[in-house]
């Protein structure tokens, strides 16, 4: 099926797509155009977000007192004077390489989610389907996100999620993690995703919602786990 078929399906068809991406297993031609554009993406936006961490480090008093003067001028530098190749390698080698591992991680995890419920399904159609259902999150609710960070010309708190209903919390908060999970593409994304899941392991479309939701959640607890962790380190 044509790649573009594919794309507009996604958004207007999910039902009819994913049944034909789950028996097909197209992966190739769509996991490569979402690791472009998620590099082009991430280095549109790196001058800005650069400025926020440089911004947020420069405040944290507590960090420059526990590791001292000398390293923290010295980390500050490095942040404020990044080598053109470093902005390269950082948006278009480890970016998409982070991207894949979580890709082929994601489809595992729904796999073994799925193997509660049924003996069917093979690991290509579920990373096949997932790959396609991230069209949602990573390509359009990107450009909004895009369009929202230079615009406000920040990304500490640009976001797509219930915490955009909350514009005076702050981005460096516990509540502003939480509600950070519940972002409005992601929760798209892992509707349509079920179409595929349904599908894929031969299950209605309720019990494939349950997985698929399942595992948002499960990725929603360890994105607060790691949020929590920062936070600790900046103090």
């Given at each position: 099926?044509?790649?573009?078929?594919?794309?507009?399906?996604?958004?207007?068809?999910?039902?009819?797509?994913?049944?034909?991406?789950?028996?097909?297993?197209?992966?190739?031609?769509?996991?490569?155009?979402?690791?472009?554009?998620?590099?082009?993406?991430?280095?549109?936006?790196?001058?800005?977000?650069?400025?926020?961490?440089i911004n947020t480090f420069k405040n944290n008093i507590e960090l420059k007192d526990r590791i001292g003067e000398e390293r923290f001028n010295?980390?500050?530098?490095?942040?404020?004077?990044?080598?053109?190749?470093?902005?390269?390698?950082?948006?278009?080698?480890?970016?998409?390489?982070?991207?894949?591992?979580?890709?082929?991680?994601?489809?595992?995890?729904?796999?073994?989610?799925?193997?509660?419920?049924?003996?069917?399904?093979?690991?290509?159609?579920?990373?096949?389907?997932?790959?396609?259902?991230?069209?949602?999150?990573?390509?359009?609710?990107?450009?909004?996100?895009?369009?929202?960070?230079?615009?406000?010309?920040?990304?500490?708190?640009?976001?797509?999620?219930?915490?955009?209903?909350?514009?005076?919390?702050?981005?460096?908060?516990?509540?502003?993690?939480?509600?950070?999970?519940?972002?409005?593409?992601?929760?798209?994304?892992?509707?349509?995703?079920?179409?595929?899941?349904?599908?894929?392991?031969?299950?209605?479309?309720?019990?494939?919602?349950?997985?698929?939701?399942?595992?948002?959640?499960?990725?929603?607890?360890?994105?607060?786990?790691?949020?929590?962790?920062?936070?600790?380190?900046?103090?």
């Amino acid at each position: 099926m044509n790649f573009f078929i594919r794309l507009q399906g996604v958004f207007f068809n999910p039902k009819e797509i994913f049944t034909s991406i789950a028996e097909k297993k197209p992966w190739k031609d769509a996991l490569v155009v979402l690791l472009i554009v998620i590099a082009v993406f991430t280095y549109l936006i790196q001058p800005i977000s650069q400025q926020d961490s440089i911004n947020t480090f420069k405040n944290n008093i507590e960090l420059k007192d526990r590791i001292g003067e000398e390293r923290f001028n010295k980390m500050l530098d490095q942040m404020q004077n990044p080598s053109k190749v470093q902005k390269i390698i950082q948006s278009f080698v480890m970016t998409p390489v982070v991207v894949l591992l979580g890709l082929l991680l994601s489809a595992a995890v729904i796999m073994v989610m799925g193997r509660m419920t049924s003996t069917e399904g093979k690991y290509v159609q579920i990373f096949s389907s997932y790959i396609h259902a991230g069209f949602i999150d990573k390509i359009l609710g990107g450009v909004v996100r895009l369009i929202m960070i230079f615009t406000s010309k920040t990304s500490l708190g640009t976001t797509t999620s219930l915490a955009l209903f909350f514009p005076k919390l702050e981005a460096l908060s516990l509540k502003f993690i939480i509600l950070s999970q519940f972002d409005f593409f992601q929760l798209w994304m892992f509707w349509v995703l079920g179409y595929a899941l349904s599908s894929i392991f031969k299950i209605t479309f309720k019990k494939a919602l349950f997985i698929s939701y399942g595992f948002w959640v499960l990725k929603s607890l360890l994105n607060i786990g790691i949020g929590l962790l920062s936070l600790s380190f900046m103090g």
